[in-house]
């Protein structure tokens, strides 16, 4: 797998971070502060589990503008690859939380997006050669 794949394949994945993780954060904030859409329910029933959605949607922001700016890299890939792993897992152990805001084509979409991404990321990552980082 040459470098200008292994960037395209970055750069997906930073998009996808950065696209569905600022809807998401959007969707939260109208969701735990004014208790509308599909967020208001789940956090109408337990108020302080908004911090989760919260931080989790922000925090996949900020690793996809860090993959989006740094180049491809064994880390990075390996990087990309652990984020996927971390929240597509997240999805799966959490999917009733899809079901009770009646969004199942968005669990369903992200999850599966997730999955694509650990595979490609994975794959880049065994592509990439080793780089001794010194301090």
Same mark, same amino acid.
């Given at each position: 797998?040459?470098?200008?794949?292994?960037?395209?394949?970055?750069?997906?994945?930073?998009? +996808?971070? $950065?696209? %569905?993780?600022?809807?998401?954060? !959007?969707?939260?904030?109208?969701?735990?502060?004014? @208790? /509308? *859409?599909?967020?208001?329910?789940?956090?109408?029933?337990?108020?302080?589990?908004?911090?989760?959605?919260?931080?989790?949607?922000?925090?996949? +922001?900020? $690793?996809? %503008?860090?993959?989006?700016?740094? !180049?491809?890299?064994?880390?990075?890939?390996?990087? @990309? /690859? *652990?984020?996927?792993?971390?929240?597509?897992?997240?999805?799966?152990?959490?999917?009733?939380?899809?079901?009770?805001?009646?969004?199942?084509?968005?669990?369903?979409?992200?999850?599966?997006?997730?999955?694509?991404?650990?595979?490609?990321?994975?794959?880049?990552?065994?592509?990439?050669?080793?780089?001794?980082?010194?301090?």
């Amino acid at each position: 797998m040459n470098a200008s794949i292994r960037q395209l394949v970055q750069r997906g994945d930073a998009w +996808f971070l $950065l696209v %569905a993780s600022g809807l998401g954060f !959007a969707n939260d904030i109208r969701g735990v502060f004014f @208790g /509308a *859409g599909p967020v208001g329910k789940v956090v109408q029933m337990a108020p302080h589990s908004g911090i989760g959605f919260i931080e989790a949607h922000g925090l996949a +922001f900020i $690793l996809g %503008a860090l993959l989006y700016c740094n !180049a491809p890299s064994r880390a990075w890939h390996a990087t @990309g /690859a *652990g984020i996927h792993f971390l929240l597509g897992a997240s999805n799966l152990a959490c999917w009733p939380l899809f079901a009770a805001a009646d969004m199942l084509v968005v669990g369903y979409v992200t999850t599966a997006l997730h999955g694509v991404f650990f595979v490609l990321q994975s794959l880049c990552t065994s592509a990439s050669s080793p780089r001794l980082v010194r301090a």
